[in-house]
Every structure is written in structure tokens, then in C-alpha cells.
């Protein structure tokens, strides 16, 4: 059982020949949203998804305490055996009165929210429509599922018509999903396009707002609210593991047969429920989510920081600015593994992204930015990148 392995262990192998495995990074120790210690080091962090910043906030570390220490450390049992708080109803209905509809439900991870609804939503005679860069839980919901898969061309909506078209004249009714901020390169999907598409079709739409959340949007509802379609948007997903500063997932709808799905989903059924802990900090952040504006400036301020420096720089980026930054590589996999190792040496954590997990043949320097980074962090970034492209290691512009 254990030979087809080796391959991926000798990859890991190789990778990790100079010391670090950059798979199995050990964050020793925290110091706040920010900085933590690797290696022994001090080091700036900016390979998280705190895009807020809100870990270490006070009223979310007191009102997961406070849960702690009057509901347990941990539910023991699923949502629907013993599992089920008041505070996880209290959160679903937080969450619906946020994006204004009707349902909502909580799942123990955005990973299983996926899982749990592309596997039974689109049924054996329906079909799926997934952009082509969308996260591994939408693809592996959909393998849990019996609907026909067909992927479209990333944030092409002409691809995603001609489909349309062929499974419209096969009489099959479809389930368009898209993610807001796609998580490797911080590109959005042309959203109103495909909303047209969506209505002309008779499609449902999906969307993915894991990176969007309290990133896009006024309010911080994400991609659909500041493209100003949200009512034509039938389901969106989200996470807690992001902007919320937290673990968990849901889905909310305008469609109030949400309720009607929800003893139908096995990710949902055979797990167990988030801990109150984790819901407590959830129901805190996403109050301050709500009444971000500020951090919401603050991260963009940073965004078009580490951007702005890393363009001056030369080096090749994601298509626009966003706090998802990918410095994008066409070296080999051990050049671009040990620049990844030299940014780590100076103290900067970014992730590094390889092929198959990047979207093209490309290697992937992905960094992302917290409002919580302060000005000098964001130079510091940049000048660990500055020190590795002076010194010639890399040829920085890809073309
Ligand atoms: N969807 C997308 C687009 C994601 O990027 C992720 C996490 N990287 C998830 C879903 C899963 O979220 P979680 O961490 O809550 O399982």
C-alpha cells in the first residue's frame, strides 16, 4: 500500500535536503496576527489569510474564554446528534441577518461547507459548471456528488456559454460556481457577466467568498455585494478560517429550501459541530467584520504597499492589486525553493506554491497581507525581496 507513496515522499525529500521542509513549516511560537517565530527566528508573517488581523483581538480572545469556560472545550457530536448550541443557531441567524436572506447554515470547516453541498445540490441529471482555478473542496464535492462536472475556462464567461448552451439544448439544469478572490493569483471573477449568463440560462450560481469576505464590499459581504448582484446570487460559501480569525464554514441563501438540504448532507451529519470556543470568536469577529470599514482601508492601504514595492522591484505579480499577492516564478522548483529559504533566512514567511497546486506550469512566492501588518513589516517584505534580486538569484522579471 505504502509504494505508491514514495514518489511524493522523495519530492518532500529533495525539497527539504538544505533543512527546512517548506510543507511542514513549524510556527514555534506566536507573537501576535503578525509575527511569530520560525527557526528560531523572529519573523514576519505574510503568508496567512488573517486578512483583518483579528486573531489576537481582545473581545474575540475574551469571548472565546468566556465560551470556554462555561460550554467546554469541545461539543463531542455532531450538529445533528448532541452537537447542536444555541450558539450555532445564534451564529446561523447572525450570518442570514448579515447578507440579508433567509437560511444559513454552519459546517466544522469551510472545507466540509463544500463537500457538503456540491455533493447533493446538483443531482445525477443536473451538472456542475466549475471555473477551472476553483479551490480543491469544490472539486472534491463535486466528486462526492453524481452531476455531471464541466469545468469552463478560469473567469472566461465565453467558455462558460458555450457550455451553457450545449447542456441548455441537452434540457440539463445547471449550477454555475465561482469564487470571489481566487486564492492563488487575488484575481476576482467577472461576476456581472456571469450573473447575465446565470439569468439568460436559467442557471443557479454559487459563489466561494473564502478570500472576499470582509475584504470586498462595503460591508465586507465580499465579491457579490460590491459587484451589486448579490439577489441573483443563489448560494454563497464562506469560511471562518479567514477575515473571521477562526475555524468553521457556512453557506448562506436567499432561498429559504436551504433549510430543506440540510439533513441531507453527509459533512454535515457525520462530524462534529465547531467548538464553542471556536463559534464565540466567530460571532465576535464577525461583528467587527461588519463594522470594518477601517480595517478594511487599512488592508487595502497595505495591499497597494507590498504591491507597489514589489512591482518597483521588477518582479512579475498577480494580475491586479489584492491582498493575496503572488510573486510569480519561472525558475525551477529548487531555485524558487531556495529563494522561498533565503526570504525565510531575513525573516519573511511567505507560502510557496508549486506546481500542481499553482495554477499554470509556473512556481508561486504567494504572499498575503493583514491590515494588521504595519508600514515598516510591509518594507521590511520588500526588502527581503530587494536583497534576493540584487544579489542576482533569481532573474526577478519573468515576462
Ligand atoms: N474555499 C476556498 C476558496 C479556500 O481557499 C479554502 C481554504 N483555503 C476553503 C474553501 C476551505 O476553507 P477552510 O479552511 O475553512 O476549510
Not at 477551472?132 to 467558455?159: M, Q, T, W
Not at 477562526?246 to 457525520?270: D, H, K, Q, T
Not at 529548487?334 to 533565503?342: G, L
Not at 517584505?381 to 515576462?399: D, E, H, I
Amino acid at each position: 500500500m505504502f509504494a505508491k507513496f514514495e514518489t511524493l515522499a522523495n519530492m518532500r525529500a529533495a525539497m527539504a535536503e538544505n533543512g527546512l521542509d517548506p510543507v511542514s513549516v513549524v510556527i514555534e511560537r506566536m507573537h501576535s496576527a503578525t509575527m511569530a517565530d520560525i527557526n528560531g527566528r523572529r519573523t514576519i508573517l505574510a503568508g496567512t489569510n488573517n486578512y483583518l488581523g483579528l486573531t489576537f483581538h481582545p473581545q474575540c480572545l475574551q469571548a472565546a474564554q468566556q465560551a470556554l469556560m462555561t460550554e467546554g472545550s469541545g461539543t463531542t457530536g455532531s450538529r445533528m446528534a448532541n452537537g447542536n448550541y444555541a450558539a450555532h443557531m445564534a451564529l446561523e441567524q447572525e450570518l442570514a441577518d448579515f447578507y440579508g436572506v433567509s437560511s444559513a447554515i454552519v459546517f466544522s470547516t469551510g472545507y466540509q461547507a463544500n463537500l457538503a453541498l456540491l455533493s447533493v445540490l446538483a443531482g445525477a441529471e443536473d451538472a456542475v459548471l466549475l471555473d477551472a482555478d476553483c479551490h480543491a473542496s469544490i472539486y472534491d464535492g463535486c466528486k462526492l456528488g453524481n452531476a455531471e462536472i464541466v469545468r469552463f475556462r478560469h473567469n472566461d464567461p465565453a467558455s462558460l456559454e458555450k457550455r451553457l448552451q450545449r447542456l441548455a439544448e441537452r434540457g440539463v439544469k445547471t449550477l454555475i460556481v465561482t469564487e470571489g478572490i481566487y486564492s492563488m493569483l487575488g484575481d476576482r471573477s467577472p461576476l456581472k457577466e456571469i450573473v447575465e449568463l446565470k439569468k439568460k440560462y436559467g442557471a443557479y450560481l454559487m459563489i466561494d467568498e473564502a478570500h472576499s469576505m470582509g475584504v470586498l464590499g462595503e460591508n465586507g459581504r465580499g465579491l457579490a455585494e460590491e459587484a451589486g448582484v448579490e439577489d441573483d446570487v443563489d448560494f454563497i460559501v464562506g469560511t471562518f478560517s479567514k477575515s473571521l480569525g477562526s475555524i468553521g464554514g457556512f453557506c448562506v441563501s436567499r432561498w429559504p429550501e436551504l433549510e430543506n438540504v440540510r439533513a441531507a448532507m453527509r459533512p454535515y451529519i457525520f462530524t462534529a459541530s465547531p467548538s464553542p470556543s471556536a463559534i464565540a470568536t466567530t460571532r465576535a469577529t464577525l461583528k467587527l467584520l461588519r463594522d470594518g470599514a477601517e480595517l478594511r482601508e487599512q488592508l487595502w492601504k497595505n495591499a497597494h504597499q507590498l504591491y507597489q514595492g514589489l512591482e518597483d522591484l521588477g518582479y512579475n505579480l498577480g494580475p491586479v492589486v489584492s491582498p493575496v499577492i503572488p510573486v510569480i516564478l519561472q525558475e525551477s522548483r529548487q531555485v524558487v525553493i531556495e529563494f522561498w529559504r533565503k526570504l525565510l533566512d531575513r525573516g519573511v514567511y511567505v507560502n510557496l506554491v508549486l506546481p500542481p497546486a499553482s495554477p499554470g506550469d509556473y512556481c508561486l512566492l504567494r504572499c498575503s497581507i493583514s491590515a494588521a501588518h504595519s508600514s515598516a513589516q510591509i518594507a521590511d517584505m520588500v526588502n527581503a525581496f530587494a536583497s534576493l534580486s540584487n544579489q542576482g538569484f533569481v532573474q526577478a522579471r519573468t515576462g
